[in-house]
């Protein structure tokens, strides 16, 4: 059975950082689109940053510059490093994976394109 669980949210000043956490369980694709989605109340989910099973990783423009993708294979866990947060960053936090390549723009992808998810973490930015 294929469990995400995120961890790691929580509520910072403009400019702090947060790492996001997802520990992965099943998830045994060798070929995989592993993706962080944020969610504001009331808004479509949208993407953010996206790694695939080649090793490439793709940022939203909105965050390029700020956070980083990455994953331990050992644990396994996919990991985003947030930097520089701004109040527009608050959201809820997402990972999400499945088998299938990642759109060439992180924007582009789709709440629907992904049967793997985990419950999300919320993510608060005061100014």
């Known amino acids: 059975q294929v469990q995400f669980v995120e961890s790691g949210g929580g509520s910072v000043q403009a400019g702090g950082s947060l790492r996001l956490s997802c520990a992965t369980t099943?998830?045994?694709?060798?070929?995989?689109?592993m993706t962080w989605f944020r969610q504001v109340s009331g808004k479509e989910r949208e993407g953010v940053a996206s790694l695939d099973s080649d090793g490439i990783k793709r940022y939203a423009d909105f965050v390029k510059g700020r956070f980083t993708i990455s994953k331990d294979v050992d644990t396994p866990t996919l990991y985003l490093e947030m930097s520089e947060l701004r109040p527009e960053d608050t959201a809820t936090y997402f990972c999400a994976a499945d088998f299938r390549w990642c759109p060439v723009r992180v924007e582009a992808s789709k709440e629907g394109d992904f049967a793997h998810w985990g419950q999300g973490t919320q993510v608060s930015v005061s100014v």
């Open positions: 099943g998830f045994t694709y060798s070929t995989y689109c």
